[in-house]
């Protein structure tokens, strides 16, 4: 199905090329894990398959075709057979849900019977039957990205490139997701998905090709994330309350004071009256009133044993790191925008009245 040959990519006015060197196989029905840090040429190896880039060196060969021989006016017809979904969802604003999937088989001249029957048949695939009639505005991140889907089964290819599916979602959101891409899998689609969701990865144990600089690492059968040194720890440090500062304060001044009057031979429990015993209290009161205000959080004196006063850092109360959140907002486009931005050409949607030659490589 898929086939990078010794591949290496350079871009111009990069000095580090962004591949370099890769060869790996997918085959058909396979459900693929590209993985590895930003700027380790997953994408780059996604837009190969699609053939928004072409090899510097080496070959890619999709559905039994060099992509590097086939002219750019065969590529619309080609991405047909590869479906893509993306982080941003890029659904048509001012379309309906059943508008947003038929679009994708209007522009290549479906005929209005087969679009009447295939666009409801997708949509109950991936869990939208009744919603056909809502706008993106009114759908949740979720479903907003399960019309995306929709829209690259819609005209049934037998490869799914999935960049970062889950990105914009929430953990609940983004399992649903994953379950429903197992489900397209299952029915003989191959999947090859780009991630950071080291989670799903060790759970599904499926096929997993690392990259790193470039060049790949690792190709395991069925593997797990690797590697998550390089992935943000998001354990939140221990609270300090204010009252608990305040308190802890309190006490070291009192500890304080009794270690005072410890050392100057006093009992620290006889506090001296202002008229009574005078020359006795002199002391106390010399040893004591010298003694400047106490910091927000004294250290503990030297007297004191270490297993007295529990340790307390100091400065201020540190607050948890909270994860963003992130709402997911389509593409604001207009329908007569779609051509200029290149959408249709993307989902390979441009329709070429003068050339119905669209066969590319084997079909299912």
């Known amino acids: 199905m898929i086939r990078f040959e010794n591949v290496t990519k350079r871009y111009r006015g990069t000095a580090k090329p962004a591949l370099t060197d890769v060869d790996f196989e997918v085959l058909r029905g396979e459900f693929v894990f590209l993985v590895g840090a930003s700027g380790s040429g997953k994408s780059t190896c996604l837009r190969m398959i699609l053939r928004e880039e072409t ?3 080496g070959r890619v060969v999709v559905l039994g075709r060099d992509l590097r021989t086939l002219s750019n006016r065969k590529v619309p017809y ?5 479906g893509a979904v993306f982080q941003d969802f890029r659904l048509l604003p001012t379309k309906t849900v059943f508008q947003n999937v038929a679009f994708t088989l209007q522009v290549i001249g479906s005929s209005r019977g087969f679009i009447q029957q295939a666009v409801p048949e997708v949509l109950a695939l991936v869990g939208l039957a009744g ?3 809502r706008f993106p505005h009114e759908l949740s991140g979720g479903e907003q990205q399960r019309v995306a889907i929709a829209r690259a089964l819609a005209n049934r290819p037998q490869i799914l490139l999935a960049d970062e599916p889950t990105g914009n979602l929430d953990p609940g959101t983004s399992v649903d997701i994953m379950q429903l891409l197992a489900r397209i899998n299952a029915g003989g689609t191959t999947v090859v998905m780009a991630t950071h969701e080291a989670g ?4 599904m144990q499926r096929r997993v090709i690392e990259l790193r600089h470039g060049e790949m690492v690792r190709d395991e059968r069925h593997g797990g994330y690797g590697d998550t040194s390089s992935l ?3 354990a939140p440090e221990p609270e300090r309350g204010a009252a608990a500062v305040a308190a802890l304060t309190a006490v070291l001044e009192v ?3 009794a270690a005072i009057a410890a050392a100057a031979g006093l009992d620290p429990t006889d506090v001296p009256d202002d008229d009574e015993d005078a020359p006795a209290a002199a002391p106390y009161r010399d040893a004591v009133a010298p003694a400047p205000a106490p910091p927000a959080v004294p250290p503990a004196p030297a007297p004191m044993a270490a297993d007295d006063v529990a340790e307390e850092p100091e400065g201020e109360a540190s607050t948890p790191p909270t994860a963003p959140h992130t709402q997911s907002i389509p593409v604001q486009l207009t329908e007569v925008d779609v051509e200029e ?3 249709a050409d993307r989902l390979g949607l441009r329709r070429d009245e003068s050339d119905g030659d669209d066969e590319v490589g084997p079909t299912s």
Do not use: I, M, W
């Open 55 to 57: 090899p510097t060196d």
């Open 78 to 82: 080609f991405r047909r057979h590869v």
């Open 131 to 133: 919603k056909e009639k």
């Open 200 to 203: 799903f990865v060790d759970q």
């Open 232 to 234: 943000p720890s998001l």
């Open 255 to 257: 500890q304080r004071e």
């Open 341 to 343: 931005l290149g959408l």
